[in-house]
């Protein structure tokens, strides 16, 4: 009793604070947090382990607020724990805090950014395989869910690739309040279907009050003891819990109590608290010990052959997990097909199977990051528009992601295209702190792969499904934010922008044009983004300020966008003076199926069509 | 028996047309199709009730292979139903063939592209929804689900809404085969897991073996019997079934049989045979009567007062309702912050909520446009982006699709950034064919909704979360591809173009700048794709080719690639004259939390810093 009476006092502070931060910001989601308050003063008071002295300890417990917008009540636990002033919680929301709306890793003790719902139990779920397969920690991955992101399909993914992996240190506490943002959820209290749902999916399930602090406690205790599946706690809650004049109410979703109302509130439980709740801190214990790390030994290949860059792309990632111990690698069921199988059969202990479900793909890599591997995660690269709100997220996340898109542009042919990235570029470009890598060459794509390695942050790299001919030897180096001036010469009329599989058609063209008298220039813009700035104003300066930009992508956004932003200024940079004059050759119209060289002549990004592009501007 | 030995015959040579098709185009995926032929043999023989003659027939039944790369299977019904030639058939995965490698309505009997896995179902469920809820007709929703597909979250979306609106017309008919492309699938031939999730997602589910002719026959007379709640028919296959040499074998997804071993096959097959299969027509039913159209009257709003553009969303989608019975509204859970709530209350009937089920969201409002109404589908813009390969498809679909995001931008304040779009634009702008709009006024809001509903296409709407003033007259009208000169005279010396928030911000640097002698033009850019470059040309050369774009967005991709783009290619020269010399606002930093004004200064979008760009321009 003594237990459940200082519990009830703990939970009470999270409320109190919950809504103190809230009307001082005059924003934010105190009934969401009052739901919650019960479950996570038993959890922080007695189960959760964790060092706040050092947040970065191996062996620490990770608590996912999946419902982000519950964010004032982890900062109420925080406070709670030590680990910030009250003070500090009162700047919820302003300007310049690190007490943001939503949790962000600005703090410390946040592991990722979560706010757009569905993504804290897929990231959770990572980290979770990082501590049962590659830590070997036993540290427990706590994630709270809100009810209406439990609509998320990212949520069954994680679900079921939590139950295949058997992820027992994985605990998800639904804080089912039964009211979403707009009213009722789809499945209310009815804590029986999101039960059989996790069950289905392989859980363990167990349903509670979760104002019950016994039953909580009971409930953390089972779920702790549980081996071989992780477990869902279904706690059956009411939203605004503790202040009976929005209790169980619609219309106060996200919205802060005026200050008579937090007054009333306040004195109703109990008035303001500053309990110091000690956190238990976990084991002092490493995580696996790992080979020690090599130099990079890139797969080479010969001029005069030919190979497609997703094979390199399989080769150099095997060369970086013999290198890095730390490269982990993530597929969506198509690893015979982006070559990640070449890594998969190298080093199984460090592949992590994801299925057809590329939304874990990349919270699953996020949440490994989490621990400190570096994840490269594959699929075609059309198929990362599936998830490009967790990377959207990760870059909240400040997170150290991988991601390789192979299968690019209408060259993948036959398939046709629900099967083409023709998108990619534009999405990826528009992540914020992202680079972008576009090889047209073997060599130079295994190169690119340990740069992508050692830069800190989302890096994406995309390969050619068709073979295409070498171009650099193997000793050549190549950076993040470069280019390469392939063909040049003093007389040079035009330059060609190119990269990928349409760097080869400027090659052609240039083949072409040289017997026709006519000298271009031809740049490897392999560094989409950072791209190379310099280079391309020093050829626009020696080509009469003439450029061809030529792409297998939509003509937004890509390619031929970063070549003209290279002349616009910005904030930061004045620019040189007018535009030069840019063709942009990129896809304009719906491709089918067909061969590789007929859809690239359709397109009109053949060598035909570039030949065509430079004598128009001569 | 009759039945049963002919639907044998039926399924013979729906295997040996899947072989055929695939041996003489040397790519594709017999085996995926070998496994499912039993399934469709007796499906169109006796259950599918469709008027080829008449694709658009009220009252058919929608097919749907939500396993797109069994589409040599899909091909091979067409042909047993009299609909293409064997030549055509033939003509698979060849350049300018309508028998593409993974289904597209360019073939006027496939309702919508599929290939991307894990969006036929979801799909399926808008149709349903329509045939349920609008048309009230009797068809049948039939949609061929592979088990890899299965792993994507988007699946259990459909599952879960399909559950909810008790779609008792749609049939899910898994094609359980165990293997997936690089191997066995998560499930394996764990039918009852399968069977165990759909009961948990409401869900009738009958397990049976898939090349039992009986058992498919009984199993699709008691789908069409359920009633309410959906059935999914979890069939045992075996892939490749019908040629032992691959039977149940990895190593042969997506590869065609080279022409020895086609022989071998066909011929162990019974060889080549050309039933034609009397499909059942449908009863000849037409849709529920709707109420006449009426002239759309937007709502209007006083100059002088201040109206965010997302509250002219609700009141004109409400209008657009009163007006045009076939446009139908969706929402994700936040209809109370997008106001689609508006058009929710007035017309319940004709709105569909779809919880937090992004995916789904879109989904659905595909599959509602497959019967003729015109969906406008809401969310936080930033949440489309969880969607993104849904609205790819969409353009393959040549969907018409109407999307609307609200809370763009930094200026949503302090929910800070997972909350905030900040590369929609980009995302948009990167779809085939769409339509990106971005209106900075409320009239203007509800008169560029009327244009939505009347284009065809994919379009989409994005909406500022605060008032601002109101600029233009509830009289005036806005056109896609148009844009608006606010502020001009004979001696403006710089261009500034925004679009939103960003507008309002540049004509406070316009009063500015207006004070210290300076004076600019001002011109709202509410269409960014496709962008106004005539006006943006004459813009330029009226002041001296100096132009400053401002966006609350990503440098990249969004409004200012919009309007470099506007000045490459030869039309854009041909028209311009010099090129202007532009400089791109737009935010560079991770925003956090903060007030509306703090974070559009903080980005380098507020009139502060349009003021200093114009002023660095001259």
Do not use: C
């Not at 706040?52 to 608590?63: C, T």
């Not at 060369?319 to 890095?324: H, I, K, V, W």
Request: hydrophobic letters at 40%.
């Amino acid at each position: 009793m003594a237990n459940i009476d200082y519990w009830h006092e703990v939970a009470q502070q999270l409320r109190v604070d919950s809504i103190r931060s809230t009307t001082a910001a005059a924003s934010g989601h105190p009934t969401s947090s009052m739901s919650g308050a019960d479950l996570m003063a038993v959890l922080m008071s007695a189960y959760l382990r964790y060092d706040f002295a050092n947040p970065k300890a191996p062996n620490n417990d990770h608590l996912i607020f999946s419902k982000g917008h519950a964010a004032p009540l982890l900062y109420a636990m925080y406070k709670a724990a030590g680990a910030i002033s009250d003070a500090e919680m009162l700047t919820l929301r302003q300007f310049g805090s690190r007490i943001e709306g939503h949790p962000v890793p600005v703090l410390p003790y946040v592991d990722v950014a979560t706010g757009s719902l569905g993504q804290g139990l897929p990231i959770g779920v990572g980290v979770a395989l990082a501590g049962k397969y590659l830590d070997k920690l036993p540290y427990h991955v706590w994630v709270v869910l809100g009810d209406s992101e439990m609509a998320e399909g990212s949520i069954w993914e994680a679900f079921e690739l939590a139950g295949h992996y058997q992820l027992d240190h994985l605990v998800g506490i639904l804080d089912m309040n039964r009211l979403g943002q707009r009213g009722e959820t789809m499945l209310g209290w009815n804590g029986d279907a999101y039960a059989a749902r996790a069950r289905a999916f392989g859980w363990h399930a167990i349903e509670i009050d979760g104002h019950d602090l016994g039953a909580i406690n009971d409930a953390y205790a089972k779920a702790e003891q549980n081996t071989g599946a992780p477990t869902l706690i279904v706690a059956k809650t009411v939203k605004g819990k503790g202040f009976a004049e929005v209790e169980n109410q619609p219309g106060w979703h996200g919205k802060p109590f005026p200050a008579d109302m937090a007054q009333r509130a306040i004195a109703g439980l109990g008035g303001e608290r500053n309990l110091i709740v000690q956190v238990q801190k976990p084991d002092d214990r490493q995580p696996a010990p790992r080979p020690d790390a090599q130099p990079f030994k890139a797969p080479t290949y010969e001029p005069g052959t030919s190979v497609a860059t997703r094979t390199a792309y399989g080769d150099g990632l095997k060369a970086l997990g013999a290198a890095r111990p730390e490269v982990v690698a993530l597929d969506g069921e198509v690893s015979n097909s982006t070559y990640a199988e070449y890594f998969a059969k190298a080093y199984p202990e460090r592949f992590f199977e994801q299925y057809i479900a590329e939304q874990q793909l990349v919270g699953s890599a996020v949440g490994l990051q989490v621990r400190g591997y570096v994840p490269f995660a594959s699929t075609f690269a059309a198929f990362f528009s599936r998830a490009y709100d967790f990377i959207r997220m990760a870059a909240i996340s400040r997170a150290n992601l991988k991601l390789s898109g192979s299968h690019a542009g209408v060259s993948i042919g036959e398939d046709g295209p629900s099967q083409m990235a023709l998108e990619d570029l534009a999405m990826m470009r528009a992540v914020h702190g992202s680079v972008v890598l576009y090889p047209s060459d073997p060599n130079q794509t295994a190169r690119l792969l340990n740069e992508m390695a050692t830069h800190r942050g989302i890096a994406y790299i995309r390969t050619t499904r068709e073979k295409t001919p070498v171009l650099y030897g193997a000793d050549e180096t190549f950076s993040i934010g470069g280019s390469r001036v392939v063909r040049q010469s003093d007389g040079d009329k035009v330059t060609v922008v190119g990269a990928g599989i349409t760097l080869h058609e400027a090659l052609k063209a240039y083949d072409q044009l040289k017997g026709e008298g006519i000298a271009i220039r031809v740049i490897d813009a392999y560094s989409v983004k950072p791209i190379d700035t310099a280079t391309l104003h020093a050829a626009a300066q020696a080509t009469g300020g003439r450029i061809v930009v030529v792409e297998d992508h939509w003509v937004e956004g890509g390619l031929g966008d970063a070549v003209l932003a290279a002349f616009a200024g910005d904030e930061a940079r004045a620019a040189s003076g007018p535009l030069p004059t840019v063709t942009k050759l990129g896809v304009h119209e719906m491709p089918g199926s067909g061969k590789p060289d007929e859809l690239l002549d359709a397109a009109g990004i053949s060598a035909r069509h570039i030949v065509a592009a430079v004598k128009a501007l001569l």
